[in-house]
């Protein structure tokens, strides 16, 4: 049970953050556990310090966090704060070959992050798929100054759960024999990457529920038994007390809710998470699709029978509005990105946005960014597959994701918060004006669901200067090449973003060139670089014309036989005619 | 898309009516020219393929009718693992069938008279000891036609109970009828152009035509059974998302599917030659070999029948002389 220490630390921060910030400091060790989470198999997973499920981490606004990793596991790691601005601190966001290699096994490297910010987030491996293996918790930052009264909090981190190892799963799933693309199923659901949590709740008090999707795959749809919700946080946004019964949340996505209990302790209630099967390619019948909490008014009370809900429809940029407004200001640039999946010119279906499917470069696009001096403003030394996106400091940008696919994605931006300025339906082609939404406004997230066939416009400001990852957060469709790079602001970067040595170090002893253009080389010259596959061609290769000469040639030849074995009857024919 | 005209509907009945007229149509054709002097045997023989016909859209209709009852009732792709198999089977007996009686009746010219009196031979000794031979030559005007239209048919009915999930009731029977209609008119005008073109050419033509078929089906065979297997390997519905092994392809092509609703035209390549957009090591070379094996057995055909003309050659003059030496 979580309630406890959660408790008291709370009341402690509570205490502190009145008094000054406080450098916070944790030390993780990444290692490897064995154990049985969901009760179904014993199997290999990723802790911190031999203990799983890692540990939530709780800050203050204005404190600064150190992270000191030291990788224990026989693979390069790395952590990424998700939904951390991490203003003029972009050497710390943490995606593979993105801002950093990743930490060689054995290796030391300190993430020091001012917290600059208030709300739910989480933190997890951004290196392949290591979140998927356990290596994700909670990062709850509290605000002094809460804009909302309530007397204790609780944090649920839903996530899937698999049996198998990440990259045994990965093998399968990116393989010539998946040519649908079809992700793995879960085999089981979570809550804190454990079962039957519970959480204790007194009749007359306000509690505040932090939600959290730390899933590969999955969406759940969250509702409570007897209780209604009123979501009061998007992704680390205040937003307008709303009430609602049940809603969905993606992966990497965050709500925070205010449950009021009720006045008596008659009854327990669950707390439910049914995942959505729209998410999966089959249901297999042995899959239990929902997992449970428990609100606990009374140790000797009944459990309330499980209450049926209908999930309905959610718009959360029609339904929620943020505390602090701000207006949607014309967009400088406007980038469209279509996403879609095909089998490739590898027979291994994967991911793209506009055709381009993501492949890491040789360097990390960051180093890339700050060795490159007046270079580093054109994509090209970003390379082909990492997709760049330059932007112009304090431009205001506009992003069209257009969901090209028969799946729902959640789409998540590094460093910032966007506006959802509008969603339309199919692939917006630019021929008509887009019709925005009519607000002034607008909701602002860092993870986006679009669903199938539709696409989503976003706005913010590059006001952040570094270089930031913009992807799927299904970690498949990430493995799959569903990522775009986003380089902003590169000719402030020299002057904002610090890079020290074990940023180097690592590189190196991983083989990697940690300067030069995606390929390690100067100047514009990219031979080298990682390639990844193209579209298939789908006409005539050299093997298919000779291969379609030799049929044809077969048959003439034997069309040509025909005809001579009967050119010769014809003579016969004479011959027999005239005697 | 026309709401009372189901075009995908109107191509898969033209293109299964004329592969099955196109094969009886050849079969009418030459019996009315091979049996010039015998009304009677004319008229029977003439009566076992319409028999074979109708009794093949007899039975295809009986099951390809219950077979879509079914797949309308359990609404599931029940089918679709099997019916590579189902297929590529059909494709191949199909294939041996029409190869075996294409080179029979290229070797007709030189034997007509004997292929005249076997047939009526084989008609009037009802009740001599049945050979198996003997029972298929007999009965080989009325199981060709009655297993070309069975298939035929059978395909017709499966793509349409594909199809029809998309299409609107009403704008099925129109297309089924002017589907019929033109491919039994197509039939019928190779059938009476026969009468126009000379005798021999007439064969040669149509046994071209057969071959290329049969060719076609014999790809298309191993096309099938390599969709199964792929299908296999991958879970199911390999061919509805157009998937195919990428180990030994050759092509794969954005264009002309003949599967596609919409692409009459190469739908109706692949009738005739057995065209895919894709082909794989497998088809290509079974496609050159089954061209190879035609051309050796007409080699070997043509050798056999100089031999034999030789030795009846041999035996005339032998005789005369016995003649003369008699006198």
């Avoid at chain 1, 002034?440 to 400001?461: G, K």
Wanted: charged content about 15%; proline content about 5%; some cysteine.
């Amino acid at each position: 049970m979580l309630v406890a220490p959660v408790k008291a630390l709370a009341f402690l921060l509570g205490l502190s953050a009145a008094a000054h910030a406080a450098v916070v400091t944790y030390n993780w060790n990444i290692t490897y556990v064995n154990t049985n989470p969901d009760g179904l198999m014993d199997r290999r997973v990723i802790g911190i310090n031999g203990q799983f499920p890692p540990p939530a981490i709780n800050v203050t606004l204005n404190d600064t966090l150190v992270i000191n990793v030291v990788n224990q596991i026989s693979e390069p790691t790395t952590l990424h704060a998700h939904g951390l601005f991490q203003t003029g601190n972009n050497q710390m966001d943490g995606p593979s070959m993105v801002t950093q290699c990743p930490i060689p096994p054995g290796s030391n490297f300190t993430y020091t992050i001012p917290i600059q910010q208030y709300g739910t987030y989480w933190i997890h491996g951004h290196n392949k798929g290591h979140y998927v293996d356990g290596l994700r918790a909670p990062f709850i930052i509290h605000n002094p100054a809460e804009v909302y009264h309530y007397d204790e909090e609780y944090t649920l981190g839903f996530a899937d759960w698999y049996h198998d190892e990440h990259a045994v799963l990965l093998d399968e799933y990116l393989s010539i024999f998946n040519p649908s693309g079809a992700e793995p199923v879960p085999k089981s659901a979570l809550i804190n990457q454990m079962l039957n949590t519970q959480y204790s709740f007194e009749p007359g008090k306000v509690y505040r529920l932090r939600i959290i999707n730390m899933s590969a795959l999955a969406m759940f749809h969250i509702h409570i038994d007897g209780h209604d919700m009123d979501i009061i946080e998007v992704d680390g946004v205040d937003v307008t007390r709303t009430s609602v019964k049940t809603f969905p949340i993606s992966a990497a996505q965050r709500y925070s809710v205010l449950v009021t209990a009720r006045n008596t302790t008659s009854n327990n209630f669950l707390i439910h998470g049914d995942m959505d099967p729209e998410m999966f390619d089959t249901v297999p019948d042995t899959l239990q699709m929902n997992i449970t909490g428990t609100i606990i008014y009374d140790a000797t009370s009944p459990l309330a029978p499980t209450e049926l809900i209908d999930w309905g429809e959610f718009d959360d940029a029609a339904l929620l509005t943020p505390v602090i407004p701000m207006a949607t200001s014309p967009a400088d640039d406007q980038i469209s990105l279509t996403a879609s999946f095909q089998v490739m010119d590898d027979y291994i279906n994967k991911a793209t946005f506009n055709d381009i499917t993501y492949v890491a470069p040789k360097v990390p696009t960051l180093y890339t960014a700050v060795s490159m001096g007046n270079l580093s403003s054109d994509p090209q030394v970003y390379g082909t597959y990492s997709h760049p996106w330059v932007l112009k400091h304090n431009s205001w940008v506009e992003i069209i994701i257009n969901n090209n696919d028969a799946g729902n994605h959640p789409f998540h931006l590094h460093g910032h918060v966007f506006q959802v300025v509008g969603r339309g339906e199919g692939v917006y082609d630019g021929s008509t004006p887009y019709t925005y939404f009519n607000t002034t406004n607008p909701l602002r997230r860092d993870t986006v669901l679009v669903r199938s066939l539709q696409n989503v416009a976003i706005r913010f400001q590059a006001n952040n200067p570094g270089v930031w990852f913009l992807h799927c957060h299904i970690e498949w469709h990430l493995q799959a090449g569903l990522a775009t790079t986003i380089v902003e602001a590169p000719e402030a970067m020299a002057g904002i973003l610090t890079v020290d040595q074990t940023h180097f170090d690592h590189c190196k002893a991983l083989g990697l060139p940690s300067s030069g253009n995606a390929a390690g080389n100067q100047g514009l010259d990219l031979t080298g670089q990682n390639v990844g596959p193209n579209l298939l061609p789908g006409k005539f290769t050299t093997k298919g014309i000779v291969a379609l000469f030799f049929t044809v040639l077969s048959a003439v030849v034997g069309l040509g036989t025909v005809v001579w074995y009967a050119q010769d009857e014809e003579l016969v024919l004479g011959k027999e005619d005239r005697r | 898309m026309g709401s009372l005209f189901s075009a995908p509907i109107f191509f898969i009945m033209f293109r299964e009516t004329t592969e099955a007229a196109i094969i009886v149509s050849v079969l009418l054709s030459f019996v009315k020219q091979v049996i010039v002097d015998d009304p009677a045997l004319l008229r029977r023989l003439k009566w076992h393929i319409w028999i074979g016909v109708l009794v093949g859209l007899a039975i295809s209709l009986i099951i390809g009718g219950t077979f879509i009852a079914l797949w309308k009732s359990l609404a599931k792709n029940v089918f679709q693992s099997s019916e590579e198999l189902w297929e590529g089977t059909f494709a191949l007996i199909a294939c041996i069938m029409i190869t075996i009686m294409s080179l029979a009746m290229l070797k007709s010219q030189e034997v007509q008279e004997k292929w005249r009196g076997k047939l009526g031979q084989a008609m009037r000794d009802a009740d001599e000891k049945r050979s198996l031979s003997n029972l298929t030559g007999k009965y080989a005007l009325l199981l060709l036609p009655m297993i070309t239209v069975l298939r035929e048919g059978l395909e017709a009915m499966i793509f349409i109970g594909g199809v029809t999930f998309d299409a609107e009731g009403k704008s099925i029977p129109l297309a089924v009828i002017v589907g019929l209609i033109a491919g039994a008119l197509v039939g019928f005008i190779i059938y009476r152009g026969g009468s126009r073109i000379a005798l021999h050419r007439f064969f040669v033509a149509s046994t071209c035509l057969l071959l290329l078929i049969a060719a076609g089906l014999f790809a298309k065979s191993i096309h099938a059974y390599q969709m199964d297997k792929w299908g296999k390997i991958v879970g199911g519905d390999a061919d509805d998302a157009g998937t195919y092994d990428p180990r030994g392809n050759v092509w794969a092509l954005n264009y002309g599917d003949p599967n596609q609703p919409n692409n009459g035209g190469w739908a109706f390549f692949n009738s005739i030659l057995g065209w895919n957009n894709i082909a794989s090591v497998g088809t290509i070379t079974g496609y050159c070999v089954y061209w190879l094996v035609v051309i050796l057995s007409i080699v070997f055909m043509k050798l056999k029948a100089n031999r034999a003309r030789a030795a009846a050659a041999n035996q005339h003059t032998y005789a005369s002389e016995k003649d003369v030496e008699m006198k």
